[in-house]
């Protein structure tokens, strides 16, 4: 059995900790690890206990990929395939995709797509339903999984059935749309009802089967955007111009709404998809208050509340069902009831092209990280971290001159034709127009601060003559 990651979230309600370039399941919401790395490793300890489980397949957004590598070398995971969707097309198309992909070695293996953003508390109810979809897939089935649900929620989809028990396999009679809380009221007390996970079983061949019958133009757009894949490093490429060509669907209206061979097995534990900052509170540990708090936080008068401090000391006073998350850039105060419409403040920020929708004042690279210390008119001040034997690429810029001090590390510099290697305290000045680049050559972290100034600050403004980490954007 092969687990598929899908990965392409953009976490916007989880704002201001998720953002664009590091959404939610990358981040350490619930637990030392991230969403991400939570999924890793509940498949890993499936595999030493006996579930079998192959390598995954990780489908992912181009922009996330070397975070994906880092966080899985971390754990000391080796995906056997990482698909970069040049686009985001929804569920079914990454599934048709991590589909093919797991055919083109010539086996027929069991999938098991999981999102990475889900928190499952309860792993031998996990492997229960595990064992019990198995049996329904070797009967030619796809599985669905349902969760029991513990209140009316109005954020999930739901899935009907004929059974009312919690435990067992029934037929899915049909896929509910997110529910007003009158109708989720209804749902829960009828019984037959059940959240609507988003993880799946199915034999490979089975799901290609019933994209070919149900949803042609995904399934030959995901075969057509994987054969003129370009494979770069440890990453595959699907064609842009293939991939875009698929419907933006979800595989349940692609597939499971439409299908005769769809089966939900129960899944009785405690699931999240952590969809929003009530979600993250009703998942976390809480103190006497029921407060869940995480970092240098200080309350006072406060209950049934959230609240996350980043980089400084918060406090909260005298006020409840609150939701308060400091990061270095950015404030969010709300009630937990309008959790869901975060959101909205994503979109304005992002109609007003401001950077804090996008990315963190902290950025990570596949050479290392920088922080956005400072910046004003004409200037910029950004601590860089170069990991041990990583190299940034060779380029130029045409509107702006670079100053580079070395707090703590060596640093090999490339200006023009001359190359100087510079340790703790040294400076060097690469001026605007002339080719240069930078490496760590140590067993050490290299530290510098990059002062950089002239007409034009942005991200874009770069010209890469040469990359060994095979970027062809600028990230």
Sequence with gaps: MIPVILSGGSGTRLWPLSRALKPKQFISIHGDLSLFQATLDRIKNLSTEGESLSPPIIVCNEDHRFIVAEQSRSLDIKPQKILLEPTARNTAPAIAAATLAALEDGDDPILLVLAADHVISDINAFKASLALARVEVNKGRIVTFGVVPTKPETGYGYIRTQMHTAEGVAHVEAFVEKPDLETAQSYLAQGNYFWNSGMFMFRASVMKSELERLSPDIIVAAELSLSNAAHDH?????????????????????????????????????????????????????????????????????????????????????????????????????????????????????????????????????????????????????????????????????????????????????????????????????????VHSLENPGRIPLELIEVQSGSYLGEDDIVRFEDRYGRLELV
């Design 234 to 434: 440890d990453f595959t490429r699907l064609n842009q111009v293939d991939f875009v060509n698929a419907p933006n669907v979800s595989i349940d209206y692609a597939v499971m709404e439409k299908t005769n061979i769809a089966s939900v097995v129960i899944l009785n534990s405690s699931w999240s998809d952590l969809g929003a900052w009530d979600s993250v509170w009703e998942a976390g540990l809480k103190d006497e208050n029921e407060n869940c708090i995480q970092g240098d936080v200080l309350l006072q008068g406060v209950t049934n509340s959230y609240v996350h401090s980043s980089h400084r000391l918060v406090t909260v006073l005298g006020i409840s069902d609150v939701v308060v998350v400091e990061t270095s850039d950015a404030i969010l105060v709300t009630t937990k009831e309008n959790s869901q419409d975060v959101k909205k403040i994503v979109s304005e920020l992002t109609k007003n092209n401001r950077v804090e929708s996008a990315s963190h004042r902290e950025v990570y690279r596949p050479w290392g990280k920088y922080d956005s210390v400072d910046q004003g008119h004409r200037y910029q001040v950004k601590r860089i971290t170069v990991k041990p034997g990583h190299k940034l690429s060779v380029q130029l810029h045409h509107h702006r001159a670079e100053h580079w001090i070395v707090v703590s590390g060596t640093a090999n510099v490339q200006i023009g034709d001359k190359q100087v290697l510079l340790s703790e305290n040294q400076s060097t000045y690469i001026p605007i127009g002339v």
